[in-house]
């Protein structure tokens, strides 16, 4: 395994951990009536998918600059038509607590994007 994948695993793990906890604090006492258990699931979606664009990034980050780019806006794209599909779905099958959802599902997507530019950037910065 990439010490650079061992490394982002950790910190990302430690990221959900926290977040976790932060959830469940908050929908069990300030926003107990919009809980929803699918929250739950778009934490660990969120956490499986981004690991999974990041070791795809570190493996391109091998290849020429070029190259890099287009995987990375490639991914990008790929990234958000899935959430886009994700959130889509949710809104026609389900019908629950739509608000809810797409707040919850909208603080995910900014907290783990950030984060996973954040990485790559650094771990950019440490190889050149």
Same mark, same amino acid.
């Given at each position: 395994? /990439?010490?650079?994948?061992?490394n982002f695993i950790k910190q990302i793990s430690i990221l959900s951990i926290v977040l976790l906890f932060i959830g469940l604090i908050v929908f069990n006492t300030i926003l107990k009536e919009y809980y929803i258990p699918v929250c739950l699931y778009l934490?660990? *979606?969120?956490y499986l998918f981004? /690991?999974?664009?990041? #070791? /795809?990034?570190?493996k391109s980050s091998k290849k020429r600059i070029s190259q890099f780019s287009s995987i990375f806006m490639l991914l990008l794209t790929f990234k958000l038509i899935v959430y886009f599909l994700i959130i889509i779905f949710y809104l026609l099958v389900i019908k629950n607590n739509i608000i809810p959802f797409t707040i919850v599902f909208i603080i995910l997507y900014f $907290? #783990?994007?950030? *984060?996973?530019?954040?990485? $790559?950037?650094?771990y950019l910065k440490k190889q050149s």
């Open positions: 395994m /990439i010490p650079a994948l061992k934490l660990f *979606f969120f981004t /690991i999974t664009v990041h #070791y /795809i990034l570190l $907290i #783990y994007t950030a *984060f996973e530019v954040f990485s $790559i950037v650094n």
